[in-house]
């Protein structure tokens, strides 16, 4: 069975600082992956997609791949307590179709 | 453009009853999924539609249908409602469900099946 597998959290990280979120997948073929941001008792909200291993840098938020360890992380840098949220991390199969994590819930303190 | 919409936000069922979950988007995709997301676990997919006139069972498929009624349009119905299915819905849609497809998704729908 396909995996994507995110610690639950939360993680509690001061305002101002980075905030990183990892997320590792079993499915060694996966080409593309994504992470969203759910606030609570609303939808998924795509942040950023990562196709190729490396960084991709996009504002405060940078996408980190490595496909030889099979895992994908994001990076929020500064902090804002807006960004407390639960983020999920999505991998996309061999199938085409989206294998979810269950989600990090991150905790902003000013 | 209102992007994806779902009716009903809300909705409570006796075991048994049925219901239709409804979803439309104005984004001209092609491809569009029903999601359930329960706590605890991550989003899992109930059934797509890659293009109109095409449906495909996903993950989770026992009790439910889905109709793509064309190209805006994919319906999720239950047939008989049973609590395990208590569970927010979303619909979400994609441009052509290729490998870098990125898909939107719905507000949601709460059931909760009594």
């Known amino acids: 069975q396909k995996e994507v597998e995110q610690n639950s959290g939360p993680l509690s990280v001061p305002e101002g600082a980075i905030a990183s979120l990892n997320c590792t997948y079993s499915?060694?073929?996966?080409?593309?992956f994504f992470w969203y941001r759910q606030y609570s008792g609303k939808s998924p909200e795509l942040i950023m997609s990562i196709y190729s291993n490396g960084d991709k840098e996009d504002g405060r938020f940078t996408a980190q791949l490595n496909k030889a360890s099979q895992y994908v992380s994001l990076l929020i840098r500064d902090s804002q307590p807006s960004d407390s949220a639960t983020y999920l991390c999505a991998v996309r199969g061999s199938n085409y179709q989206l294998i979810w994590g269950a989600g990090t819930k991150l905790i902003i303190k000013p | 453009n209102a992007g994806v919409t779902q009716t009903p936000k809300f909705q409570v069922l006796k075991t048994g009853q049925s219901m239709t979950l409804q979803c439309a988007q104005d984004?001209?995709?092609?491809?569009m999924y029903w999601y359930r997301q329960d706590p605890g676990m991550g989003l899992r997919l109930i059934y797509y539609?890659?293009?109109?006139?095409?449906?495909d069972k996903g993950e989770v498929p026992n009790g439910y249908n889905v109709s793509r009624l064309n190209k805006r349009e994919f319906s999720l119905r239950l047939e008989s409602a049973a609590p395990s299915q208590t569970s927010v819905y979303f619909c979400?849609?994609?441009?052509?469900?290729?490998?870098?497809?990125?898909?939107?998704f719905g507000p949601g729908t709460r059931l909760t099946v009594l």
């Open positions: 984004m001209n995709h092609n491809s």
């Open positions: 979400a849609s994609s441009t052509r469900g290729g490998a870098r497809d990125e898909q939107f």
């Open positions: 499915d060694r073929v996966s080409q593309s």
């Open positions: 539609s890659a293009s109109e006139g095409t449906t």
